[in-house]
């Protein structure tokens, strides 16, 4: 990601910001330095304190609601914790910035109910999403979650429709292979032993030969 620094600002107190920052607006163009934005932080620069951050994504109103629409999820921030948290058909994640960095941090809901209100959700716990490193925008974490939801609606189906393009996808593969392996295993033993009940149940005498 991009970011605009200010090249008249002194040194120790430079700032980097969005380009649609109000005050890169500011800026005369003469002015204006534009670099990744892993550059400008080991140059020292500080994150601007209105459009970096997730108080700066959420003044972001129109693509806020492209999200939701797009990808049929509920956003709500809770500006106590400056923390996102995303709601879908499926699943429940929870996003924030590492301290001291405008990195984003993706975790997920252990156990989640679509009935559940916010405050439930708040309250629940979560763990870090392992293949998720940390993310310089929210766009590549709300294209994670969707890609997400839409694999476990395959599984549902079928997982041998995953797609095994990417890296990823063919782990996601794999994963849900061992998954419905285990599942038809549990369902194998099951089965088995309901038919041994089913037998003792009819013959008691069946019991004793099974202690021998």
Request: glycine share 4%; hydrophobic share 30%.
């Amino acid at each position: 990601m991009n970011v605009v620094v200010s090249m008249m600002a002194p040194e120790g107190r430079k700032v980097y910001h969005r380009p649609d920052c109000m005050y890169v607006k500011r800026m005369k163009p003469r002015n204006r330095m534009t670099l990744p934005r892993k550059q400008a932080v080991e140059c020292g620069c500080r994150c601007c304190r209105y459009c970096g951050g997730l108080q700066g994504e959420m003044r972001r109103t129109e693509q806020l609601h492209a999200w939701e629409c797009e990808y049929r999820m509920s956003l709500d921030y809770v500006e106590k914790t400056d923390t996102l948290y995303v709601r879908t058909d499926t699943g429940c994640w929870k996003i924030f910035s590492r301290r001291g960095e405008d990195l984003y941090l993706l975790y997920h809901r252990n156990t989640y109910g679509r009935s559940m209100t916010l405050e439930q959700v708040i309250q629940g716990a979560y763990h870090r999403q392992g293949d998720v490193k940390p993310s310089e925008t929210l766009m590549k974490l709300m294209r994670y979650i969707a890609d997400h939801d839409r694999a476990k609606r395959i599984i549902r189906d079928d997982y041998r429709k995953l797609p095994q393009y990417t890296k990823r996808q063919r782990k996601y593969y794999r994963q849900a292979e061992r998954r419905v392996r285990r599942a038809e295993q549990r369902q194998s033993r099951q089965r088995m032993e309901d038919l041994f009940r089913e037998i003792e149940a009819k013959d008691p005498e069946m019991r004793k030969l099974a202690f021998c």
